[in-house]
Each structure stands twice: as C-alpha cells, then as structure tokens.
C-alpha cells in the first residue's frame, strides 16, 4: 500500500500544474536578473560578514588606538583600506560595523513585525471593538514625531548599547506593518474557511495563526523583506546623527559619520566612502528582491 | 428512506435571530420553532432573502454576538445553543454538529493541504494520534467516494473539481461523526449531475451514522429527492411545514403552491415561466405585523389574512401559517380555488 501510495504521488509529480507559491517566487527572479543577482549578492555579502567578523577578525585588534598609523592610506602596510585618526583598522571595522548594522536590522525587522503581524491578525480577526480601541493607539503612535522622541530617550537612558537600540527603534516600527495586515486579515477573515473552521471546534487562536496567518504569508514576506531594508536606513541614519551606538561599537552609521569632519570628508576618503557604498549597494539589493517578492505575489504585475 | 426516529434531536423554539443596521435589530428570522428527529433530513426552503442561511448558521453559533442578537432555544442535549459560550460550542462544532457550506471552494483554506483539513476536528475533538488520523483522513476521503484518497489528501483545494471539493466538505462535516449535520445549500455551487451525486452521497451516509440533517436549499428538486419533511419559509417565519409527499401532493399556504407552480415543466405546452410577482421585501421594510406574504397577492382581499397570522394544523404534521390558503387562487386563473 505505502508502495502503491508513493507511485501515485509520482505521477501526479508529472501532471502540470499552475506554478504555486516557489515556483512563482523563481520563475519571477528568474526573468528579473538584477533581482536574482542583488539576491544572491546580498546573501554571500551577509554570509561573509558574518563569517570574517565572527571568526577571522580581532575585535579588540581592530579597536586598538595606534595613533603612529593615523591615516594611513588603502593598501599601505597591511590596511585594506587604510586606518582612521585613530589608526585602527578601517576593514575591520567596516566588517565589524556591517555584522553589527545588520543584526540590528535584523533584530528590529524580527521584533516589530512579530508585534504587528501579531496585532495586525487579532484586529483584523475579532474586528468592532478591538479594531477600534488598537486603531486610535496606532494612530496615536503614528502622530508621534519617531526620530525626536529616540533622541530624547537615546540622552535619558544613561547606559545604552545595541540592546537598548533595538528595543527603541522597534518600539516605533510596528504600527505600519499592523495596519497593513489588519487590512487584509480583515477582509480574509470574513471568507468562508474561517467559518468553516469555527464549524469544526477550532479555537480562535488556532484559526488566526493556522488557518489566516499563512493566507496573509505573500503580503508579509514582502512588508517584511521592504521593512529589513528601511531598518538598515534607520540605524544607519541614527548612528549618523551621533543618536546612534556610541563611537566604541563600529556600525555602518557611526563609520559613516566620520565625514562630519571636512577634512575627512574632502580628502580621506577611504574613512567614510567604503561603508557608504555598502549601505547603498545592501539597500538597494534588499529593494530589488523586495519588488521582484511583491511582483510574485500580484499576478497583474508579473514578469515570469 | 430509512426509518426516522420519533426521539427529537434538536428543538428549536420561538428562535429569533436580529441582525443590527444603524442601532436597530430587525429580525431575520422570526419566532421559528422546528424539531429534528434522529436520522431524519429536514428540508427548509424558500427564496433568497429567507432567512435560511441566517437559521443554519444560528444553529452552529456562527454569528458575531456585537452585531447580531440570537433569542430563543436551540436544545440540543439539554443544552440551549442559544446561550453558549464560543468555548463551550468549539466542544460541540464538529464533533456533534457538522456544517457543510454551499461554495466549498471558499470554505476550504486555501493554503491547507485537503488532510489537513479534514484532520483539523479531530485534532480538538479525538485522542487519536498523527498516524492514527492520518488513517482516519484516507477512511474519510474513501467514505465520500474519492477513489485515490493518499493523493488527494496530499493536494490543495484549487487542485480538486468542485464535486470533489463538496465531497471533501461532507468528509470535513462527517469527521466527528455528528448527530446533527446543517447543510446550507450544499448543491448549489455545482452542476445537475454532480448534485445528484452529492445527494446520494449524503443520502447514503446518513443512512450509515444515523444522524439528523438540517438541509437549506430553494431547490424543490433536492426537496422531493431526498428530504423526510419539509419546513418553508419566508421572510424569516416558518410558513408551512409537512411530511414531504404531503407538501407536494396537498400545498396549502399560497407561497408554497406559488413555489411549486414556478418549477419549469419540461413538458407543459405553457412557454412562459411562471414567476411570484414582487420580492421578498428588505428586512427593514417587513411589516411587523398581519401576513407577510399579502403584499405578493394583491389580488386577494385583504380580509382573507389574519391579524397575527399563526401556524394552524391543517393535518397530521401539516402546518400552515395564515388562513389565506383557503381562499387563495392563481391571479390569471381567477375563481378557481384550486389554480
């Protein structure tokens, strides 16, 4: 029997099909090659950072003030890409920088969308009351000027690293994503098969994370992956700012906003032009496999 | 047809289900008491606009308590499910109670593998296993009349006809083996000669776990195959309720006999369709009080209705509402009372 079952599964293998879900994601990169190679880029730059900053560079190295090798150029004695006013390794820290601008990316992207994906589906789900009474909160949350009010807590809160960025920059990412899958969780709810689940005896809970969460999965594969993207932005812009992490954590930003200082800026340029082009460069790829993911999940606007 | 128990199953008495527009609760359906016996099926009909869907859905809970108000008993068990909570009524929802949706297209997640699906009751309501469901599943699947079940079970529902999507929903309402199964027009989506399918199918199962069925549907056509009795609304009340030969040979309520003259004979020499004049009117616009079906008969006079027209027994297990069924007659064949 379980020999007969297998064959069967075999050959409706080999009957066709309209592409689903995968196949759709694919076919679509595979028409957009900037899309797949910006993918494929992303991936072995994140891979690499991750690999060098972990394993093969010293922090405590990179970090060490050797001011006789102040502004060394690119290539010169065993910098890459040459040293800062403080002679430390800019390669270093550039890679240092990236692994930690990404994590809390990452980390940001995690936090905010699991509160607003998880918002977003009880709203949406239960509708009237909770709708409204977590609606006027976003609403209010939206009104708030963001940047100010991490400023202002970035001066309180008196010991401060990436942890505590992470858990700031989140606090105000969330509503969007909230929104947006209330919306479709609000329309989705009321179909049929939610319905038919309840017919069955299956809790509310179980309906909305089994039964709607995967139906709204096109929606948030995208809002995400765009979510990622602006986060590198966020912290980047921050660090730039001087709000950011202290001078002590390398990130992308704080690299960036050596050239604050014009001589840096109009003659060393091996200090900040290195991190720039990275942030472009990750930015801009995340985008590409952001839009070819949302032209995957819109029939109208395919490609492949 | 098999033998129809006299036990009642399910009692339905004086329910009143009020949907909410701008404040004010206008009854869907209105004062309707009905009982379903042990492996009996019990057609409801009328036109769209009824109330049949707003009845079925009242029996299985599923109405949103802020903007819809469900009065009376539903008895089931000694139970009233009128008054349940959601927790108490997911321990009755598929496991005593089946729900089979008129378009199982769109009451079939489309993202859920067609096994996962069927297994979703028996994970809440049974101590079996994976594997011991995964059995279950294929037991299921074969029970409906699906020839390859392992395959099916692993396939989504855009990849499955829609007869064998209507089988798949009969599997999902089965899987708890209910005592009472709540059809909503569980024919209407699919074409004649995979309803009749479908109707054996059902037929044939009941006959199997001996459970009652409550079947919505306008089709007279399914009435007359399959249904034990039948109960026919309009505008939210019951307007007359018979065994089922009893209805089509002896209608008495002028709706009925509108309804069943309104079936196209294939072989009348009559090219036009006989039609009822008027529609059902709009909830908010129901008059609240006198017949509601006069405002479709105005060619009888207005003394003919009672005042607050109730059910009369007019026969063994005859119910009709109104007295204008005696002095109804067709518009163009005037004076014959028996149109």
Same mark, same amino acid.
């Given at each position: 029997?379980?020999?007969?079952?297998?064959?069967?599964?075999?050959n409706?293998?080999?009957?066709?099909?309209p592409?689903? /879900?995968?196949?759709?994601?694919? *076919?679509?990169?595979?028409? $957009?090659?900037?899309?797949?190679?910006?993918?494929?880029?992303?991936?072995?730059?994140?891979?690499?950072? @991750? !690999?060098?900053?972990?394993w093969?560079? $010293?922090?405590?190295?990179?970090?060490?003030?050797?001011?006789?090798? *102040?502004?060394?150029?690119?290539?010169?004695s065993?910098?890459?890409?040459?040293?800062?006013?403080?002679?430390r $390794?800019?390669?270093?820290?550039?890679?240092?920088g990236?692994?930690?601008?990404?994590?809390?990316?990452?980390?940001?992207?995690?936090?905010?969308?699991? !509160?607003?994906?998880?918002?977003?589906?009880?709203?949406?789900?239960? /509708?009237?009351?909770?709708?409204? @009474?977590?609606?006027?909160?976003?609403d209010?949350?939206?009104?708030?000027?963001?940047?100010?009010?991490?400023? !202002?807590? &970035?001066?309180?809160?008196?010991?401060?690293?990436?942890?505590e960025?992470i858990?700031?920059?989140?606090? @105000?990412?969330?509503?969007?994503?909230a929104?947006?899958? *209330?919306?479709?969780?609000?329309?989705?709810?009321?179909r $049929?098969?939610?319905?038919?689940?309840?017919?069955?005896?299956?809790?509310?809970?179980?309906?909305?994370?089994?039964?709607?969460?995967?139906?709204?999965?096109?929606?948030?594969?995208?809002?995400?992956?765009?979510n990622?993207? /602006?986060?590198?932005?966020?912290?980047?812009?921050?660090? @730039?700012?001087?709000?950011?992490?202290?001078?002590?954590?390398?990130?992308?930003?704080?690299?960036?906003?050596?050239?604050?200082?014009?001589?840096?800026?109009?003659?060393?340029?091996?200090?900040?032009?290195?991190?720039?082009?990275?942030?472009? &460069?990750?930015?801009?790829?995340?985008?590409?496999?952001?839009?070819?993911?949302?032209r995957?999940?819109?029939?109208?606007? *395919?490609?492949? | 047809?098999? %033998?129809?128990?006299?036990?009642?199953?399910?009692?339905?008495? #004086?329910?009143?289900?009020?949907?909410?527009?701008?404040?004010? %609760?206008?009854?869907?359906?209105?004062?309707?008491?009905?009982?379903?016996?042990?492996?009996?099926?019990?057609?409801?009909?009328?036109?769209?606009?009824?109330?049949?869907?707003t009845?079925?859905?009242?029996?299985?809970g599923?109405?949103?308590?802020?903007?819809?108000?469900?009065?009376?008993?539903?008895?089931?068990?000694?139970?009233?499910?009128? #008054?349940?909570?959601?927790?108490q009524?997911?321990?009755?929802?598929?496991?005593?109670?089946?729900?089979? %949706?008129?378009d199982?297209?769109?009451?079939? #997640?489309?993202?859920?593998?067609i096994?996962?699906?069927?297994?979703?009751?028996?994970?809440?309501?049974?101590?079996?296993n994976?594997?011991? +469901?995964?059995?279950?599943?294929?037991?299921?699947?074969?029970?409906?009349?699906i020839?390859n079940?392992?395959?099916?079970?692993?396939?989504?529902?855009?990849?499955?006809?829609?007869g064998?999507?209507? +089988?798949v929903?009969?599997?999902?309402?089965?899987?708890?083996?209910?005592?009472?199964?709540?059809a909503?027009?569980?024919?209407?989506?699919?074409?004649?000669?995979?309803?009749?399918?479908?109707?054996?199918?059902?037929?044939?199962?009941?006959?199997?776990?001996?459970?009652?069925?409550?079947l919505?549907?306008?089709?007279?056509?399914?009435?007359?195959?399959?249904?034990?009795?039948?109960?026919?609304?309009?505008?939210?009340?019951?307007?007359?309720?018979?065994?089922?030969?009893?209805?089509? +040979?002896?209608?008495?309520?002028?709706?009925?006999?509108?309804?069943? #003259?309104?079936?196209?004979?294939?072989?009348?020499?009559?090219?036009?369709?006989?039609?009822?004049?008027?529609?059902v009117?709009?909830?908010?616009?129901?008059?609240?009080?006198?017949?509601?079906?006069?405002?479709?008969?105005? =060619?009888?006079?207005?003394?003919?209705?009672?005042?607050?027209?109730?059910?009369?027994?007019?026969?063994?297990?005859?119910?009709?509402?109104?007295?204008? =069924?005696?002095?109804?007659?067709?518009?163009?064949?005037?004076?014959?009372?028996?149109?």
């Open positions: 029997m379980a020999n007969k079952n297998k064959k069967t599964v075999e409706f293998k080999s009957e066709s099909s592409p689903t /879900g995968i196949q759709v994601v694919l *076919r679509e990169f595979k028409k $957009d090659k900037l899309a797949m190679f910006s993918f494929l880029g992303i991936i072995a730059l994140m891979v690499a950072v @991750f !690999v060098i900053a972990s093969i560079i $010293d922090k405590e190295a990179v970090m060490k003030i050797n001011l006789i090798e *102040r502004f060394t150029e690119p290539g010169v065993g910098y890459i890409l040459g040293a800062d006013e403080a002679g $390794d800019m390669f270093g820290q550039l890679i240092i990236a692994k930690n601008s990404l994590l809390i990316a990452i980390a940001i992207t995690i936090l905010a969308n699991v !509160v607003g994906i998880t918002l977003g589906i009880i709203m949406g789900y239960y /509708g009237g009351f909770i709708d409204n @009474f977590f609606m006027r909160i976003i209010f949350f939206i009104t708030l000027p963001t940047l100010m009010i991490i400023i !202002v807590v &970035v001066t309180i809160v008196p010991k401060y690293g990436i942890t960025l858990f700031i920059i989140a606090a @105000f990412q969330w509503m969007s994503t929104r947006l899958v *209330r919306s479709k969780a609000l329309s989705e709810a009321r $049929d098969y939610i319905s038919a689940s309840k017919t069955m005896g299956t809790s509310d809970f179980a309906i909305m994370f089994k039964g709607l969460l995967p139906n709204l999965s096109s929606l948030l594969i995208v809002e995400v992956t765009l990622f993207a /602006g986060n590198v932005g966020i912290e980047t812009g921050l660090s @730039f700012l001087g709000f950011g992490l202290p001078p002590s954590t390398p990130s992308l930003g704080t690299l960036i906003s050596y050239a604050m200082n014009p001589i840096i800026l109009s003659s060393k340029w091996w200090i900040w032009l290195p991190a720039s082009i990275l942030i472009l &460069v990750l930015m801009l790829g995340i985008n590409y496999v952001g839009q070819a993911l949302r995957s999940a819109d029939a109208k606007q *395919r490609l492949g | 047809m098999g %033998f129809v128990s006299t036990k009642e199953l399910l009692t339905i008495r #004086n329910l009143r289900t009020s949907f909410r527009i701008k404040d004010t %609760f206008y009854p869907a359906v209105d004062d309707v008491s009905l009982t379903l016996r042990k492996n009996e099926i019990l057609a409801i009909v009328g036109e769209s606009g009824c109330g049949k869907s009845l079925a859905t009242s029996i299985v599923l109405h949103n308590s802020i903007h819809t108000k469900v009065e009376g008993e539903i008895l089931y068990n000694n139970q009233n499910l009128a #008054n349940l909570t959601e927790v009524f997911n321990k009755l929802r598929g496991n005593d109670i089946g729900f089979i %949706f008129q199982p297209l769109s009451a079939l #997640n489309p993202l859920m593998r096994g996962e699906q069927i297994a979703e009751g028996l994970i809440y309501h049974t101590k079996l994976k594997k011991q +469901r995964e059995a279950r599943v294929l037991e299921l699947l074969e029970q409906v009349g020839s079940a392992s395959r099916v079970a692993n396939q989504f529902p855009h990849q499955l006809s829609g064998m999507r209507q +089988r929903m009969i599997a999902i309402a089965l899987s708890g083996k209910p005592a009472i199964i709540v909503d027009e569980p024919t209407t989506a699919l074409d004649v000669t995979i309803q009749a399918q479908i109707l054996d199918l059902l037929k044939s199962l009941q006959d199997e776990i001996q459970s009652g069925i409550i919505i549907t306008h089709d007279l056509g399914v009435v007359a195959e399959i249904a034990d009795r039948v109960a026919v609304m309009y505008a939210g009340e019951i307007i007359e309720e018979a065994p089922v030969i009893e209805l089509f +040979r002896n209608p008495k309520h002028p709706y009925t006999r509108s309804l069943l #003259n309104s079936i196209p004979q294939t072989h009348s020499e009559n090219e036009k369709l006989e039609i009822i004049q008027g529609m009117p709009s909830l908010m616009k129901l008059p609240r009080e006198g017949c509601r079906f006069s405002s479709r008969v105005p =060619w009888l006079d207005e003394s003919v209705h009672e005042k607050n027209p109730k059910l009369h027994e007019v026969g063994p297990g005859h119910l009709v509402r109104c007295t204008c =069924w005696q002095h109804f007659y067709f518009e163009d064949k005037e004076g014959s009372v028996n149109g």
